[in-house]
């Protein structure tokens, strides 16, 4: 049963910073490529941050600079460190990957709360 969990998300003031966790089981990490999306209330949902089988990123234009997405691999655990947060950073970020065949698969998504 591939599982996808994500944690870190909360409430913080504008300019602060978060730390998000994703989990993963039930898959080959190391050959996968990881995802960070996020949903706005009232958007669609958007592609943050990307992380490939060899560590390479890309991010979305409006968080370079402030975003880093890394990834464990014997901690099976892909991370995506926000700082400068502003208040149109809030919404729910969700961890996804292909996985395998049957993919791909989405955590249950993380609330991240910025206050101005």
């Known amino acids: 049963q591939v599982q996808l969990v994500e944690s870190g998300g909360g409430l913080v003031q504008a300019g602060g910073s978060l730390r998000l966790s994703c989990a993963a089981s039930g898959i080959i990490f190391s050959i996968n490529t990881f995802n960070w999306y996020r949903q706005a209330p009232g958007k669609q949902r958007e592609l943050v941050a990307i992380?490939?089988?060899?560590?390479?990123?890309n991010y979305t234009d409006s968080v370079k600079g402030r975003f880093t997405i890394s990834r464990d691999n014997a901690k099976k655990t892909v991370y995506l460190q926000m700082n400068s947060l502003k208040p149109e950073d809030t919404g729910v970020y969700y961890c996804?990957?292909?996985?395998?065949?049957?993919?791909?698969?989405w955590g249950q998504g993380t609330q991240v709360t910025v206050s101005s």
């Open positions: 992380i490939t089988t060899l560590g390479k990123t």
């Open positions: 996804n990957t292909q996985g395998n065949r049957a993919g791909p698969y």
